[in-house]
């Protein structure tokens, strides 16, 4: 783990505080249900449409119920063209039938009670823990497990080894703001291919892991 972490994150903060990711848009109304569904609708989908598919959905329904008062069309239609958008309306409708009926109407805080949800993995439930109730968890994508092994924070092969390893390693005072930051820094700078390296601001902090190629 690079000694200077904390500088590091520092440093992406500074770089990064006027951009965020949509789900951290739809996050700082801070409701649990929000965050849960643009999650949902986020997997294999880019931000930009998933954030405009988010704001059409909610501007239709915000709660469980308002939801569950949707036709399953009218929701495709609004969260269209996310990935398998189809799909996606469907599962939203059972996922409201649920947390009404097991939950009165209240997304879990708990990251064990989230994954018993259908469709929810740890990214997911982490996500709604940090962004929907400011508790601390560790939210792994494909950016986060990237960038933690190439900067040599974490030595793992897959985001559920790289969020235990975080556990571990990651100052708890970061856990939160650690996702948006490596995810604004994945899609700018440390690209996956030839990541951007001479105009990176902790390109000195890292060890540039399996690196071969950079700009």
Known sequence: MPNDIEKVV?????????????????????????????CLLSLRTRDEVTARASERLFALAKTPEEMLNLKREEIEAAIYPV?????KAAQILELCRVLIERYD???????DELLNLKGVGRKTANIVITMGYNKPGVAVDTHVHRISNRMGLVATKNPYQTEFALRKTLPKRYWIIFNDLLVMHGKTICTPISPKCSICPVTEHCKRVGVTRFR
């Open 10 to 38: 520092q440093i992406l903060k500074t770089r990064y505080q006027e951009e965020t990711s949509a789900l951290t848009d739809v996050s700082t109304r801070k409701d649990p249900f929000l965050t849960l569904i643009s």
């Open 83 to 87: 990935g398998f958008y189809r799909r």
């Open 105 to 111: 109407s209240k997304v879990p805080d708990k990251i």
